[in-house]
Every structure is written in C-alpha cells, then in structure tokens.
C-alpha cells in the first residue's frame, strides 16, 4: 500500500505492507533512527512521534494509519539549525543519560508546553507517565522541561 | 544539595574542567538530536534478520524439531537448530561461572523461553513469521519452580547434561569463622532473627540486547556490533568459544540504551547470528523483542536469606550468621569473579564492627530462565546490603532502641580505617556517623519521631526507615578477582597529539555514566589540558586497550585510576622535554596546572601545549619522541562507598497503600569527579531502589510460566510514581586510589531498598507487623495488618 506523510516539513512516500509498523516505517522505510523500539507493546513510551502534533506510541500504529498525516520526531525538533528549548534545556539540565529515551521524552515535553507554557511539577510527571527512563529518575527530566518552559516564555516576552 | 565536607577544592578553571566541575555532558549533542547510534540503527549492505524460536515449556525433553514449513517460507535463507551448531562445536558454550549453557537445545529445554531455533530471513517480519512455524514436540516433565523443591531428593535432575552431577545443586560456598561466629552466639543477651527472600528482578534497559554480526568469508574477519558492558573480555569469550583467531574479531559497542549488568553475559542469540553470519556469508541482526529479554537474559537476585545477629541487651552486636540459598535458573552464569560463587554476599556484615560472622551459601538450579547478573550492583552486594539493614532495624525494635541509635553504637568508627572485616575484605576508609548524623538532620529526625506518636492517636500510620550501607565496588586486585581466569585490571590510553589536543582511549564502556565528559575531567586535572580538547574513545577492540568492562561500579576506581596513573606518566616525560625546552634542569622546574616554569623565575615558563607540538618537533637529546602511553591499573583493593538514606513514608491503615513523603540519601563515593553526572547516577540508583522494594518482581506459576513477561506486567515506575529526592554528600576519599574517587553508579540501588522496607516496617512494627517482604506492594501490606490483628 502507498502511504504519504509529512515527516518533519518533507513529504515522503513509499510502498509499505499494510503490518508495517509506523516505528519500523520510521526507522528502517525512512531511516530516520533518532526514534527508538523499547517494549512492543506501548508501555515503554520510547518509539512516542508527534502525529498530527499530538504524542503517540509509533510501535502500536500502523505506517497505513499516518497515510496523509503529518508526523514530527526528534529530527524535526531543530529550528532553522537551532537546538529548541527542550532541546537546550535537557543538555543544560542534565535531562539524559543512556539517551535511548531522550527523543521520546523531549516530544512529550515540546507537546505539553504547546497545550500547557507554564506547567507544574505534577502536570509534567503526568504528561510523561506514558514514557519510561530507567537511567535518570525522572528528576531532572521533570527539571529540563521546566527549563525549557522558562527559556519559551522569555522568546515570548523578548 | 547539602553537604558537611569541603567540596573538592577546585585546581582548574571551568575552561579547563578537572576534578570538581559540573561540567555539561559532551555525549548529550549527538542524543538530543536523535543522532545516536545503538546496534539496532545499524544497517549493513544485504544484511539479513534473524528470530529465535523458544521453548514454551519449562522443562522437557525435546522428541524432534520440524523447520520444513518455516524452512520453505519466502524470504527464509537457513534455519539453525543446536544440532547444526554442534557439527561447529557451538551447541554449548561457556558461562561466566565456568558452567555450560545450551545456545540452541538439543536434548531438553530447561526454562520458558529457551533457545531452540534461530531462523535467519530477508526481513524482520518474515524472520519471526517462520520462527512461529517451528514445530517441536516435547515430553513434558516436572518443571522445578523453587530452589527448595529443586535440593530435594527426589527432585527431577535439571541437568543431566553435566557428567557427574547427581542432584540439582549448583555450588555452595562460605565465608567467615564458624566456630567464633557459634560462640559469639553462645555467650549473647539476645539472638534477633529474620528470615527473607529478595525476589528476581530483572534490570531491563530501554534498550534491549543485540548485534549485528558481520563475518567477511574471504577475509575471516569478524565484526560484532554488540550491546556490550564488556566488549574486551567477550571478544575473548568469542574466541574461546567459536574458535575465531582473536585478531580476527573485532567487537564494537556502539551507543548502549542502559545496560545495569543486562549486557555482561554473552547470550545464546549473539552466538547464533555470528555462526549464521559465518555460514552464510553475510551480515545477521538479531535485536531482542522485550519478552525475549524479560523471559530468557540476565536477571538479578532472587536470594533466599537467614540471618542471625548475636547482641547485648545494651545493643552491642557481637556476630553474625547468614545461610542463604538461591535461585539461579537452568545455567550457572553470574556474572561475577570466579573465586566466590556467590559474589561479594560476604560483605553481608555492614557497616558495623563486631568479630565474628558466618556465611554460608548454596545455589540450586531450577527450571528457571539463567542470569544472576550484577543488576546496578557490584556482585551481590545489594541483596547483602539489604540482609544486614533489615537485621540491624529489626535488632534495634526487639531491643527497644532507636535504630539510629543502634547503628551508631555499632558503626565501624572514623579511627577504626583501613578495616578488616570478618569476611575478610579490607574497608579502605569512611566515616559512617558523619553521613548519618547529615542524613538526620537534613530529614529531621527527631521531629518526625514525635510526629510518629502523634499521627498514630490520629489513627495515621507513618514510619521512618534508615539504611547505612557500605558497598564494595571496583575489583580486582586480579590475584583475588577474576572472570574466566582474566584479572580484573583495565586500562587507559592516552595520546597526546602535536597541537595538544588529545585522545583517551578506554577499556571500559559507557551505557550512559557519561564517561566521555567525566574520563576527560580526570586528564584535564592532572595535565591542565582543557576538557573540550580531549575526545574520550570506548567501545572499539581494535581501537583501545583491553579491560574487563563497565560493571559493578569498576570504571571510575579502575579505569578512572589508569587515566589518572597515564596521564601523569606523560606529566613526567613531558617534564623532560620542558627542561630541554627551558634549558633547565627537571630538578629545577616546578608543575601549576597546565605548565611547567623555572624555580624563582616563573616568567621562564612553557605550557603543556608547548610541550606537546616539541613532543614531535623538538623532543630533545636522548628523549623518545610523542607523548603517548597506555597504563594497565590492577588495583590495590577494592573501594568502599557507603552512605545513610532516610525514607519517611505514610501508609494508608485501610488499603495498606504507601506513599514516600521525604527521600534523603546521603552519599560518599569519595572525591566527586563532577559532582552533575554523580547525582545523576545517584538519582538513577534510587529510583530502581523504590522499583524493587515497591513493584518490581518477576515471578512464575507452577508449570514455570514467566509471569512479568512484558512491561504491562513486569512494573517499572513512571515518573508518576517515583518519590522526589533529596541528595546530601560527604567526601571521605579513598586513600588507595589515585584521585581519591570511590564509584557511585550503584550505591543508591544497593543501599536504597532497605530504607524503603524499614520505612513501611517501622510504621507497622507497633501493629505487630515484623517483616513484609519486596516488592512491599499494597496488597502484601493490607496483608500483613490483617495477620497481625488476628
């Protein structure tokens, strides 16, 4: 079957078989390997893409089912060749160690800050209950996007 | 973060970055933009998949395997079966604990999800379609799902493969004095006694384990992209066990999504992808789904403890027997040196002074899926931690003494160090009152005692637990410590180039510590080259020198040695060829970091970078040009870390639910080579710590079904769960090693548990409530009131 998407600002398309998962579709159709496979059965969080700017478990999705949707993932985070904030802020506040579920992590947090700038504590440990860290304690994942939080309302009021 | 020590006292600049600065990750810049490069992003020219076929029983004999239908599917190159392997001499392969496993069964399968069949395909999907086909008919037999059922006598033997093995015992050891330890007991007030079993966990990385495995049939070399802690010694395993001239096998270890011990054994799927990749001539990948590793790699624990603590009724302990026997599944494979055979356990006594103490020690197989791997831990340490926490929390409540109280009488004191324990292990250094005295105040000890009292009138439930554990990280020395007969040293590399830029190059592997930011801080400090100018290279076989790998805490005391060791040998050429460019004499030049000047006339100065361009330029009479050198640490001892963690909980009397209020943990590790990256670990430590004493286990039901197969049933906290926590640090350093640092990356984990349990104990003793034991699940809770309102 043809799907069509728009991944990261480009239109592609490829002949997939209708099974194919939309991580694998990602991952090996597309090659773009920054999202990860984790668990196989939408616990883990790590292979989480933007779907129509909304975060979803790309391994429980099926690549026919993105077919004219437009999908972001950690390679489309740059702007204009600028790390973004959550970017910056995972880097600035120790966000990351293993970095396997990094990319995952910093979509959930650019989506939450989309619908919610100014988040607490609770609210960010809620939105990335979904994803799974096994190196950092969430601590300084919740910290990195506070930060980037901040660093979104100064471009605003800059 | 709080502390009562002086921080490091900062030599560098944060341009320059040595010991003591919280210096940025460089690793993070290729992760945040999704540039990472882990085994399965790997992809080789025609590179095939391959799927495992697993047994779904626990224990049968194998009466015949059938790959026709998958053999004939599209797409399918070859099926492998163990009776293909073994016209290579590849049917059974070595373990870590010089046992025997079974890469692909032949004559029995021996736990849920052992390795039958491998079927190599064009395509992912296609590979596990076929692996399905596989039919295999089996003759069902008792599956043993205890380690006391499996020392019975009339038991099923598990492994009739073994000539002359006639029960399913697997090894006993012992540590200690017996005949001291029973008359320590003999002449005791009171004996306190408990009786608890740490369940297997498994340490589940985010990224689970695999290679791409590329053999080049006209060359004969072997290229193994692995999810290796360990890449030096299993390139040795590789050639011991397929036969591979060592020169030919070249092991990477790319990027590694954690690892926690999950990666140091070799598994039967990276033997198979190799030997297909050799028959077939092209490259194979094999990447583990999430059952496969819950079900059939590395798990942890599982630890049946019984321990005894000899005290006087004024709260002097005055010995300790343990009996411990565990579960290690189909396979002896802990990953652990090979004279103990059951780690590190013996470091059971603590962080308390008393004479005596007894450890005794029996393995059984089961039909049980192998492991024992050192999970976030140095060798058994952390189920010895947990014993002895536990025991002394216990000891001081049937003494009627506040258990912080009871651990101080009882501490091995400042004075007291280097201290030999009755184990035999020799602590290097420590202060363990310092770090409970900080741990207390930081939480508040006192006022939460009073608020104990007043809550309980109030029908609440609230408990304070205390852990003060002292861990045992970094073998060897390698006369005492080896795996496979390899001493347990490792190794740095460290080149200078013309234009003072450098390379280190290690025998160790990073899994997310952050070795490429924390190693270069270590020669930033000791030759003032700034950080940012030193590339940190791990990983690669044929590209650094040979170590034993990144395990139970071992890079920082051991690789981190060798750094520090290496670059101040090249401080000690480089000298030489200051004084030629000075034209002075070495006597007369003195060292600030970073340059070298004449005595008296500091304006006579050259830098290192100076230095280093004359390396190649104008080395000087009779001095070998370059600055380069490699340096092998074989350690003198092992390091101590330890610390106090506080837990407060609340604990709901209707639903047994409990919730962590306060989390304060004290570390010392020593001198903190970035303070940043070490709470980090720290915080990574004790979030697996409340996993295990709160939701994680991997249990089986009696036909030996893996029950936490996946993660919707194998609970690993979210960020939902996982308390908040509080750091506080003492540097105590550690005298034998070269900076002073001690390992951190394990500590929380090992000492965190107990805390957690003590915790919910200590608001439950007054019901009557003694032990519950992990993962302390509100179900088991409400389960224990009950009981003991009956």
Known sequence: MNVTVNINGAERTADVEPRLLLTDFIRGTLGLTGTHMGCDTTSCGVCTVLLDGVPVKSCTVFAVQANGRSITTVEGLKQ???????????????????????PAMMLVGTAL???????????????????LCRCTGYMNIVKSIQAAAAMKSEEVSA | MTTTAEPHSLLTTPEVSGLGHSRKRVEDARFIEGRGNYVDDIVLPGMLYMAIHRSPLAHARILSIDTSEAAAM?????????????GYNLAWMPTLSGDTQAVLATDKVRFQGQEIAAVIATDRYIAQDAADKILVEYEELEPIVTPQRSLEQDAPLIRDDKEGQTNNQCYTWESGDKEGT??????????????????RSHPAPLETCGIVADVNSATGQATLYMTSQAPHAHRTVFALVAGLPEQNIRIVSPDIGGGFGNKVPVYPGYVVATAASLVIGKPVKWVETRTENLISTGFGRDYHMHGELAVTRDGKILGLRVDMLSDQGAFFSDAQPTKFRAGLFHIVTGSYDYPVAHVTTRGAYTNKAPGGVAYRCSFRVTEASYMIERLVQNAAYELGMDPAEFRMKNFIKKDQFPYLSPTGFVYDSGDYEGAMKLALEMVGYDEIQKEKEQARGEGRLVGIGLASFTEVVGAGHGDDYDILGLRMFDSAELRVHPTGKAILKLGVRSQGQGHETTFAQIVAEELGIPA??????????DNTPYGLGTYASRSTPVAGAATAVIARKLRDKAKKIAAHLLEASEDDLEWEVGKFSVKGDPESSVTIQDVAFAAYTDVGEGIEPGLEGVHYYDPPNMTYPFGTYAVVVDVDPGTGQWKVRRMVAVDDCGVRINPMVVEGQIHGGLTEGFAMSSMQHITFDEQGNCIGSNFLDYLIPTAWETPRFELGATVTPSPHHPIGAKGVGESATVGSPAAFVNAVIDALWPLGVHNIDMPVSADRVWAAMEEAKS
């Open chain 2, 74 to 86: 599209e797409g399918v190159i070859a099926v492998v079966t163990g009776e293909l392997l073994a």
């Open chain 2, 182 to 199: 029973d008359a320590a007991f003999a002449g005791a007030d009171k004996i306190v006694s408990l009786d608890t079993f740490y369940p």
């Open chain 2, 532 to 541: 940012s100018d030193i590339k940190v290279v791990e990983g690669d076989t």
């Open chain 1, 113 to 131: 800050l989309e619908e919610n700038p100014n988040p607490s504590e609770d609210e960010i440990r809620w939105a990335i209950s979904g994803n």
């Open chain 1, 80 to 102: 204009n060749g600028q790390l973004s904030p959550i970017q910056q802020a995972f880097h600035q506040e120790h966000g990351l160690q293993c970095g396997f579920c990094t």
